[in-house]
């Protein structure tokens, strides 16, 4: 692992055991962060990113769940054969996350003061004092006004977008150095959301932590992503630099998503496209690849193998059939129809 490098997840597979059988929500997933970049992880529902965060986190309940292979490589060390104690000592001082809901996240019955000290008392031992400074200068940080009143005050005090931002600076109190945030705009309305993202980014430039940002929503990660990983039925389909993954994509299902979410500089007379037909069956996933049945250029090959991953430029690759040699030829040959080209 290079010196830069704070975490490094291979081969990850994650499996849960249900009364219809056993899902296979992660599937070898391969993950790496950074000192100080911003990694989106992007896909539908159902396609493995959350279940990918929780598994960094150690968060995935066994049983029913189950991390059946891989590693989860933080500073060099994997943490996956840690003992909880020693997992304990990780979550919220060196990775911490930020959950979906902030309010069921939230403890209703405790004061905005009490859970941002909690975590400072417990693991920097500082004392009730010390840690009600640091709380104070947080909740300023996340752009919360007259903090010292706010921190005795209950959560259900405070709106849907400044209870995110107290998630955020209770994420934030030991000073970690991953940052996970979980769908952490999906509940709030486009203002507050932009709103959010700048607080992102505000706090990156000024703490220098690594954030890892899962998300369906490729318009969050367009202006926040260093890099950015598409994941489709528990699998990365394709990474690259945000720069790639908008203007260069090479997965037919990361141009569906481009092509169905809204843009400003678009022809209004030209209709969204949606992605056709559903998400594949993870009780028994597909041999092949499992966005063969919705892609509208599959190959015979699709259906039967998994495709390798090519990397097309530095930096992005991508897992699909079309970019084998044979499939370029064929396409060169007239013998495939070519790929639109996305505007």
């Known amino acids: 692992m290079s010196e830069d490098k704070l975490l490094d997840v291979v081969d990850l597979h994650v499996s849960f055991d249900t009364y219809g059988g056993r899902v296979h929500a992660v599937r070898g997933v391969n993950v790496s962060v950074k000192k100080g970049e911003t990694l989106a992880i992007v896909g539908e529902s159902g396609c493995g990113k959350s279940v990918t965060a929780q598994s960094i986190m150690r968060l995935i309940a066994e049983p029913p769940g189950k991390i059946t292979n891989g590693e989860v490589l933080f500073k060099g060390q994997d943490i996956l054969s840690f003992s909880e104690k020693k997992m304990r000592s990780i979550r919220g001082r060196e990775i911490s996350m930020i959950f979906q809901d902030p309010m069921t996240s939230l403890n209703p019955t405790l004061t905005i003061g009490d859970q941002l000290t909690e975590g400072l008392i417990k693991h920097q031992k500082l004392s009730l004092k010390e840690a009600g400074k640091r709380a104070l200068s947080m909740l300023k940080l996340v752009g919360i006004s007259n903090a010292k009143e706010r921190l005795k005050q209950f959560p259900h005090q405070f709106s849907g977008g400044m209870r995110q931002r107290i998630m955020i ?175």
């Open 169 to 343: 600076a209770m994420a934030l109190m030991c000073d970690p150095e991953i940052l996970i945030a979980d769908e952490p705009t999906t509940a709030l309305d486009v203002t507050i959301q932009a709103q959010i993202l700048d607080l992102f980014k505000d706090i990156q430039k000024k703490m220098g932590v690594a954030i890892i940002m899962i998300t369906h929503d490729l318009g969050v990660v367009a202006q926040l992503a260093d890099r950015i990983q598409v994941m489709y039925a528990g699998r990365v389909v394709e990474e690259g630099n945000r720069r790639d993954l908008f203007y260069r994509p090479q997965h037919p299902y990361t141009r569906g998503l481009l092509h169905s979410v809204p843009r400003m500089d678009a022809d209004r007379n030209v209709p969204l496209v949606p992605i056709a037909g559903t998400p594949p069956d993870l009780f028994s996933p597909p041999i092949g690849c499992a966005f063969a049945d919705r892609c509208a250029y599959a190959m015979e090959v699709c259906a039967l193998h998994d495709p390798p991953k090519t990397e097309v430029a530095s930096g992005h690759r991508v897992a699909c059939w079309l970019q084998d040699v044979r499939a370029q030829q064929a396409f060169e040959a007239g013998e495939l129809p070519m790929l639109k080209k996305l505007v």
